[in-house]
């Protein structure tokens, strides 16, 4: 190996560390799509996906972001490349992917296409992705109707089911994207015919600028002008904060010249347009054949200005197994002297081995299978790194050049009304490139535990950029998702912040310190806010667990009922155990901060103490008779006396107490003893806390276990989670007991209501449709799991064992069974007995040809019976949680 290769790209980070770094400057930002989001939604009825279809992303320009196909663009989202493509058949131009909207599919939102992030580096000098485009006509329609037609009972109809696949006809399109300098990025995209005949392939690389200008908020506007002068092809790209850049190239494609601006006579029957060109105006001129829809770039001259370019490569057959190849190189400045000299061919090379290299030093010792995986959840977690600009103020009150918004928009229940100080334009790590173009504060807070493995600046970044001022809510609240910032996600940013801490070696306490603060405010809002008796049981609202329970858990309840939430409860016992530990740790360099680790103990206390044994209505989420954790329903009677009842339902909440659990060192005590001297007078004070403190003597010192469950009800819960009869499955731990496969009718609030085990896509339309937390295998949860009995286990030095699976007779330490969950979650991603991946089921990726084995699928989540992936199929957002368990 190369000592100087095997240290580039730890070089370019170590030079990388702030967000506006130089290396930071392109990367893949570009949204894989903008249509039919929050933000692009101008409708009085706040419906995103019919407002703004996907028929109308190619003609109409959007308000806050772009998308593309394998694209990459500015770390403003100014500059914008992606691919467009054509295969002669096609009515539109391929220019981005398609899907379905949630009221299309019938299991919700869903694309409807076949691409992977192949490889990738932290700083973006290397970036890889593979497009799979059919060489039949792409059938729109026919996938629309399918879904249709199908129920929630039924799978969701793929591409492959519709035959344009067959008998491998389809190009594998190849664009990678290799880092010269920070501002030179040469661009390789390889096409293989792959079917058995030849067939006609038309490569269209797009540039171009978002639309800024439009608004009637600052109208100067940026130009690409198109040049066939010298002997070149190149497009000249400038911009007032950019400066100039140009697009160089190679071989003589046809310059085509348009203005991003929408086609309003078409799509809303104006009588004019704001242009002469607008932003369907290539697609038209190559695929209508309208020769005055765009201006083409004519011999030996400059074109006018305009904002949209694309250089056509036309290849009327490629034969079959052929690869043909197109190279363009994006640089900033006048160009490059010998753009496509030996310089193009070095810099692929050399970006290409240097991934290599650092992919095998982060994969170590790692079998050939296991690093492939490893290496492709880091790039498609690398890739889903998006520009997200969203300023709510001006999307409640309109543009100044466009029609005045809504009044249900503007109204006290309009959606996102209450976060006007809302206003970002930052880099920020997405779910998933397509179906989620937005964050999510908890997938978010579950993405930087796997990036710290390979960018640690940008996944401390992250953490700190949720708590800024313009996204956090004055009143210390941390934005959800889009769709309501409002919402309620589970506060798990501290365990996040203290995960990624401890994984760059427990030096950045400057970090740490940083996020505490904040978190400070963020602690005080849950108390605040969801805590109104005082009783130490928290509400919280769905906790992104969206249909986890039998009722809709965002929605408020009858009458005077109250919900008492297992998980909120027991993510606010956690909460305040990770913000004792950073209190801890920040206190052994500072000593002032020792004080505010024992209000988050006494915090901690007072919430074990509630779970267990009183409520709100004398009961906690603690139930005696099943062993088991449960939301509670309670309400005041007119006597002033509360009635309660348990919600019977054995799903993830229950064990969710599980996770509420630390360590207390004996540093602690002989570092700290102020704090120790503190937390001894509060246990002499309140004697009815001790419990919940399990004492040990070490050979350094006495070490104490903080756990809402002690050791009795801790094996009692365990011996449900582990019993292939209800939580474990072969390929983790389901969300929802598999003992209730029949059904269940069970009351809240007086009502009775049905529900029961769902392995796969959900059977509701609650929360959209596309999730479903009634038993299929979620990463996030599970890798929270195992991390809970490795704190056991650590605890009790191995000596904690545990029957597994239960009824076995077999016994295990809780670090052996860690062990057994992580192997089974693991084992989603590699080849079985019979040569397949279970997360890849019953779809075509399950074939035995290698053209689709070769490629690992990263799904939202996993039936619970086949391990087969479900919902969104690019979420190497959390499900890249994989690579730590790796």
Not at 235 to 240: D, P
Not at 447 to 462: G, I, R, S
Not at 813 to 832: H, I, K, N, W, Y
Request: proline share 6%; hydrophobic share 40%.
């Amino acid at each position: 190996m190369s000592e100087h290769r095997q240290q580039a790209e730890r070089a370019r980070l170590a030079a990388s560390a702030s967000p506006d770094a130089p290396w930071r400057l392109w990367g893949p930002y570009l949204a894989g799509r903008q249509w039919g989001t929050v933000r692009e939604d101008y409708s009085a009825g706040g419906d995103a996906w019919t407002s703004f279809p996907f028929d109308h992303a190619r003609s109409r320009a959007y308000r806050w972001g772009e998308d593309g196909i394998a694209g990459i663009c500015d770390v403003h989202g100014f500059l914008n490349f992606g691919l467009a493509l054509w295969n002669g058949k096609d009515p539109i131009l391929k220019e981005r992917y398609f899907g379905l909207t949630n009221d299309e599919g019938n299991h919700g939102e869903d694309a409807k296409e076949y691409w992977w992030v192949t490889d990738g580096t932290p700083t973006h000098s290397w970036m890889q992705v593979l497009y799979r485009y059919p060489q039949a006509e792409f059938p729109y329609q026919e996938l629309r109707d399918a879904a249709r037609r199908a129920g929630r009972e039924s799978r969701e109809p793929e591409l492959s089911d519709t035959g344009a696949l067959d008998e491998n006809r389809f190009f594998d399109v190849v664009v990678s994207y290799a880092k010269a300098a920070t501002d030179d990025i040469c661009i390789e995209i390889a096409a293989t015919n792959h079917g058995p005949d030849p067939a006609p392939l038309h490569l269209l690389p797009q540039l171009w600028f978002r639309n800024t200008w439009a608004w009637g908020r600052d109208d100067r506007r940026p130009t690409l002008v198109a040049s066939t002068e010298g002997g070149w092809r190149r497009v000249v790209a400038e911009h007032g904060a950019l400066g100039r850049y140009t697009l160089h190239t190679a071989g003589s494609p046809t310059l085509l010249i348009t203005e991003n601006e929408t086609n309003e006579v078409a799509l809303f029957g104006a009588k004019q347009n704001p242009t002469r060109w607008t932003k369907d105006g290539i697609d038209r001129y190559v695929v209508g054949r309208e020769n005055t829809a765009c201006q083409v770039a004519r011999p030996d001259s400059r074109s006018k200005p305009g904002t949209k370019v694309a250089a056509w490569y036309s290849f009327e057959e490629v034969d079959p197994g052929e690869t043909v190849t197109v190279r363009l190189r994006l640089t900033h400045g006048d160009g490059h002297i010998d753009a496509f000299g030996p310089s193009f061919r070095a810099t692929v090379d050399a970006r290409r081995a240097e991934a290599d290299e650092f992919h095998a030093d982060v994969a170590g010792d790692a079998s050939p299978l296991k690093a492939h995986v490893l290496r492709r959840a880091l790039a498609g977690l690398m890739w889903t790194k998006q520009h997200y600009r969203f300023r709510t103020r001006e999307w409640l009150d309109g543009d100044p050049a466009q029609p005045a918004a809504p009044r249900s928009r503007r109204g006290p229940h309009g959606r996102n009304t209450h976060w006007r100080h809302f206003d970002v334009a930052d880099v920020i790590s997405m779910p998933d490139e397509w179906e989620y173009p937005w964050f999510a504060a908890w997938d978010l807070a579950f993405h930087t535990v796997p990036f710290a493995l390979v960018d640690p600046a940008f996944a401390k970044e992250q953490l700190l950029l949720l708590c800024r001022e313009w996204l956090m809510h004055p009143n210390g609240q941390l934005p959800a998702y889009e769709w309501e910032f409002g919402d309620v996600n589970p506060p798990v940013h501290a365990w996040a912040a203290l995960q990624v801490y401890r994984a760059e070696g427990g030096t950045d306490r400057a970090f740490l310190a940083k996020v505490f603060h904040k978190l400070l405010l963020n602690f005080s809002w849950w108390v605040n806010r969801k805590d109104a008796d005082g009783s130490y049981l928290f509400e919280g609202g769905f906790l992104g667990m969206d249909n986890i329970g039998p009722v809709n858990r965002s929605e408020p309840m009858l009458g005077e009922w109250r919900l008492e939430q297992s998980d909120a409860t027991s993510w606010m016992a956690s909460y305040s155990l990770h913000l004792m530990q950073i209190a801890l740790e920040l206190a052994r360099h500072d000593a002032s901060y020792s004080d505010v680790a024992t209000k988050f103990v006494e915090h901690f206390l007072s919430i074990a103490e509630a779970s267990s044994q009183f409520g709100s209505g004398g009961r906690g989420i603690w139930d005696e008779q099943d062993g088991f954790c449960y939301d509670v329903v309670s309400r005041k009677l007119p006597d002033g006396e509360v009635e309660s009842q348990p919600v019977r339902v054995r799903s993830m909440v229950g064990l969710i107490p599980l996770l509420a659990s630390a360590v207390l060192e004996p540093w602690v005590f002989t570092d700290l003893p102020d704090f120790a001297r503190r937390l001894d007078h509060l246990l002499n004070r309140r004697p009815e806390l001790a419990p919940f403190l399990t004492w040990q003597d070490h050979p350094d010192g006495q070490r104490a276990l903080l756990s809402l469950l002690d050791e009795r009800k801790t094996r009692l819960v365990l011996t449900r989670m582990l019993d292939e009869g209800e939580f474990l499955s072969p390929h983790g731990i389901r969300s929802l007991s598999v003992a209730h496969r029949e059904g269940l009718e069970v009351q809240v609030a007086g009502q009775e209501h049905r529900m029961g085990y769902e392995p796969g896509e959900s059977r509701t339309p609650m929360f959209g449709g596309n999730s479903n937390w009634r038993g299929p295998v979620w990463f996030p949860t599970n890798a929270l799991l195992v991390e809970a009995l490795r704190t056991i286990d650590a605890f009790h030095d191995g000596r904690f064992h545990v029957e597994l699976p239960t009824g076995s007779r077999r016994q295990v330490t809780a670090g052996q069974a860690a062990d057994e969950l992580s192997r089974r979650l693991v084992a989603l991603f590699l080849p079985d007995h019979d040569g397949r991946r279970p997360a890849d089921g019953k779809r075509i990726e399950s074939s035995d040809s290698p053209l689709w084995r070769e490629h690992v699928t990263f799904s939202e989540y996993f039936d619970g019976d086949t391990g087969e992936g479900l919902g969104a199929t690019h979420q190497t957002g959390w499900t890249a949680l994989v690579a730590g368990l790796l």
